[in-house]
C-alpha cells in the first residue's frame, strides 16, 4: 500500500473541505483535482505544486485569509490549465470538480481496502477523456471496454492487456531457463554432466521443470490472446448473429473461439494455409500441455502410451518449436484481423522473439530505450 494513502483520504473527506470558508473551498476542491491528475499522467504526486499547496491549507484551514484575492483566482486558473491540457472534462465547472474530487475519494479508498488500481475506460470517461490522452502517451487507440491501471508507481496511466501478462511470464522464464540452459553446456563442456555429479542432478530436475513449465506458459498465451479477443467483440456485440459462440452456455474453449468465431467471421484467415497449419500443430501442443498439467497415471487409447510419457521425453529442440508455434500463431491471427480488432497493440514495443536461437530475449521497452538513446545524441 502506498504509505501515504491515509493521508490524501484524509485530505479528500467532506469533513476536511467543510472545514473550509466560501473563497478557500475551491481553491483546495482545485489542489485535489490536481494532484489526481499528477497520479494519472506521473504516477506520483509528492513533488507537485498542489499536493504542497493542498497539505499547507490542509493543517489549518481555519486560519487562511478568507478573500476572493487575485492569488487564489490564478492558482485556480492554473490548475484549470493542468486539467485541461491532461484531457481533463470541462475542469472549469464546479460540478465537474465535485465529481472529480468524488471520484479520487472512491478511488483512494479502493485501493487502501482492496488495492484496486484497474478501471474500465467507460468507469472514468465521464471525468477524463482518457482514450485521447493515452493515445497521447503510448499511440494506442482504446475503447470503451479496456482497462487501464492507475497506480502510485511512478508512471502514467497505463493500458493493461491480459495477454501481454503472460507473454511477459514466458518471456521471463524463458531467459531463467536460458541461464540454466548455458550452465548446462559448461558442464557438458568440463565432462561433468553425470549423474554421479549432485550439481547436474540438480540443474538437470530444474532444467527439466522449467521446460515444461515453458510450455504451459505458451499455451496460457495463446489462451489469453483469445479469451480476450473473444471478450472485445462480446463488447462491441459486432458478431452476435454471425457466431454461435456468444450464445454457448458455460466454458467456451480456445478452439471454439478458433472455429466458431475468428474463422466463422474471417474468411480470409481460415483459408490461410500457414494459420492452418499453425492451429494443427497449436491443438498438438494443446494436447501436450494438457498432459502436463493434468498429470495422469493413465493409458492413452489412441496409441496405448502411457500419459506420463511426455513428461519425461520432453526436448528443448521441441520445446523451442512449440513456443514459436503458439506465438506464430497468435501474431499471425492478428496480422490479418480488421485494424479495429487487432489486440497486440504493445507487441511492436518489443523484440521479436526467436526461441531456435537459444538466447535471451529483452523484457524492456525497446522502441521507447531507443527513442530515448535517441534524444541524448
Known amino acids: 500500500m502506498h504509505p501515504d494513502i491515509d493521508e490524501l483520504i484524509e485530505m479528500c473527506s467532506s469533513e476536511k473541505i467543510r472545514e473550509f470558508r466560501k473563497h478557500t473551498k475551491p481553491v483546495y476542491k482545485y489542489m485535489l483535482c490536481g494532484i489526481f491528475k499528477e497520479i494519472i499522467v506521473k504516477g506520483d504526486y509528492l513533488s507537485s505544486w498542489t499536493y504542497g499547496q493542498a497539505k499547507f491549507m490542509s493543517v489549518t484551514p481555519e486560519l487562511i485569509p478568507n478573500q ?7 492558482m485556480k486558473q492554473r490548475v484549470i490549465g493542468e486539467l485541461r491540457e491532461s484531457q481533463f472534462i470541462t475542469p472549469d465547472r464546479d460540478s465537474q470538480v465535485d465529481m472529480i474530487i468524488k471520484f479520487f475519494r472512491d478511488y483512494l479508498n479502493s485501493y487502501k481496502e482492496n488495492e484496486k488500481t484497474l478501471y474500465l475506460i467507460s468507469e472514468v470517461k465521464n471525468i477524463i477523456d482518457v482514450k485521447a490522452l493515452i493515445k497521447e502517451l503510448k499511440g494506442n487507440v ?33 531467459n531463467d531457463f536460458i541461464l540454466k540452459y548455458e550452465k548446462a553446456k559448461q558442464l557438458a563442456e568440463k565432462e561433468e554432466n553425470t549423474s554421479q555429479n549432485p550439481e547436474w542432478r540438480e540443474l538437470d530436475y530444474s ?26 467483440m462480446k463488447q462491441e456485440k459486432k458478431y452476435n448473429k454471425q457466431s454461435k459462440v456468444f450464445n454457448l452456455k458455460g466454458y467456451i474453449q480456445d478452439t471454439q473461439i478458433v472455429e466458431d468465431l475468428i474463422f466463422q467471421v474471417h474468411t480470409n484467415i481460415r483459408d490461410d494455409a500457414g494459420i492452418q497449419q499453425l492451429f494443427e500443430n497449436y491443438e498438438e501442443i494443446l494436447k501436450i500441455r494438457n498432459r502436463l498439467v493434468h498429470t495422469s497415471a493413465f493409458v492413452d487409447n489412441s496409441n496405448k502410451i502411457a500419459e506420463l510419457q511426455p513428461l519425461i521425453n520432453i526436448k528443448l529442440d521441441d520445446v523451442t518449436s512449440y513456443l514459436q508455434t503458439c506465438v506464430d500463431f497468435v501474431i499471425n491471427i492478428d496480422t490479418m484481423l480488421p485494424s479495429d480488432e487487432k489486440i497486440l497493440l504493445w507487441w511492436e514495443y518489443f523484440e521479436t522473439p526467436i526461441f531456435a536461437n537459444k538466447e535471451k530475449i529483452s523484457v524492456l521497452n525497446i522502441k521507447a530505450a531507443k527513442e530515448k538513446i535517441g534524444k541524448l545524441k
Not at 476572493?68 to 490564478?74: F, N
Not at 495477454?163 to 521471463?172: C, K, P
Not at 532444467?207 to 489462451?223: D, G
Open 68 to 74: 476572493d484575492g487575485p492569488g487564489y483566482a490564478q
Open 207 to 232: 532444467y527439466s521443470a522449467s521446460l515444461r513449465t515453458l510450455v504451459i506458459l505458451s499455451v496460457n498465451f495463446v489462451e489469453a490472446y483469445l479469451y480476450y479477443y473473444f471478450y472485445n
Open 142 to 174: 482504446l475503447k470503451d471496454h479496456h482497462w487501464v491501471d492507475i497506480n502510485f508507481k511512478q508512471q502514467p496511466i497505463v493500458p493493461t492487456f491480459p495477454e501481454f501478462f503472460n507473454y511477459l511470464d514466458l518471456i521471463n522464464l524463458w
